[in-house]
């Protein structure tokens, strides 16, 4: 079975500062998809960046971007110019590739909190 | 464009009672979730709806927690009887028709559940 792992319950950040969380994987499967999700305290789930496991490129989107690490299973997200609206709890995900069946879970870590500090 | 629906927002309850949770995900999503977050953890799967039919409740305990999503379009939670340890955010989801796992899948606010 596939597991998430955020070895940080928590961070800080100073306001336009950057800040790295980090997240490991245990999988078998060669393809995949993995997520992290902002939920601030409202608890929706918001999609932050997501990369294919195919992809050898670090998926960007904005002021965020990851460092994948598939040999090491390593999944980390990088956070640049921190602004006040990015503390939240940040989870990691993994979803296995594929069509049909139960491929369509996402398998959470245990979160890392983020505190931006002005 | 709409997103996920849940209601109700927030339910607290006595042990043994029951309680529904309600979801009506985006227009034309075939996939329907339904995840449990513990205070302090990651959400949890209960259950995966590919339109009316069940792909996945093997995390789902079957002796008090059932859900069902009769005409493939809103589908309903229920919990009786309710268990402290039941106490949670009850996540619906929902993602584009096919089980073709790089769907994206959105998420609702949840509905807050506490048992005392």
């Known amino acids: 079975a596939q597991t998430v792992t955020q070895s940080q319950p928590e961070m800080s950040v100073q306001e336009a500062e950057t800040v790295t969380l980090s997240c490991t994987y245990d999988?078998?499967?060669?393809?995949?998809?993995l997520f992290w999700y902002k939920q601030p305290p409202s608890r929706q789930m918001i999609l932050v960046i997501r990369?294919?496991?195919?992809?050898?490129q670090n998926a960007t989107e904005n002021r965020f971007s990851v460092n994948f690490q598939k040999a090491a299973k390593s999944f980390s997200l990088k956070i640049s110019d921190s602004q006040l609206g990015d503390a939240a709890m940040y989870f990691c995900?993994?979803?296995?590739?594929?069509?049909?069946?139960?491929?369509?879970?996402?398998?959470f870590g245990k979160g890392t909190k983020l505190s931006v500090k002005p | 464009e709409a997103g996920v629906a849940q209601s109700p927002r927030y339910k607290i309850i006595e042990k043994r009672q029951s309680v529904a949770f309600w979801c009506n995900p985006i227009?034309?999503?075939?996939?329907l979730y339904w995840y449990q977050q513990i205070l302090g953890q990651g959400p949890k799967l209960l259950i995966q709806?590919?339109?009316?039919?069940?792909?996945?409740d093997s995390q789902l305990p079957k002796d008090r927690f059932s859900a069902e999503r009769l005409k493939g379009v809103d589908s309903t939670l229920k919990i009786q009887p309710a268990k402290l340890e039941d106490s949670a955010v009850y996540l619906c989801?929902?993602?584009?028709?096919?089980?073709?796992?790089?769907?994206?899948?959105?998420f609702g606010e949840g509905s807050w559940l506490t048992v005392v």
């Open positions: 999988t078998s499967e060669s393809d995949y998809y």
């Open positions: 227009s034309g999503h075939a996939t």
């Open positions: 989801a929902s993602s584009l028709a096919g089980l073709f796992s790089g769907n994206t899948i959105y």
């Open positions: 709806f590919q339109n009316n039919g069940v792909v996945d």
């Open positions: 990369q294919e496991a195919y992809k050898q």
């Open positions: 995900a993994y979803r296995s590739a594929g069509y049909g069946g139960s491929q369509g879970n996402l398998i």
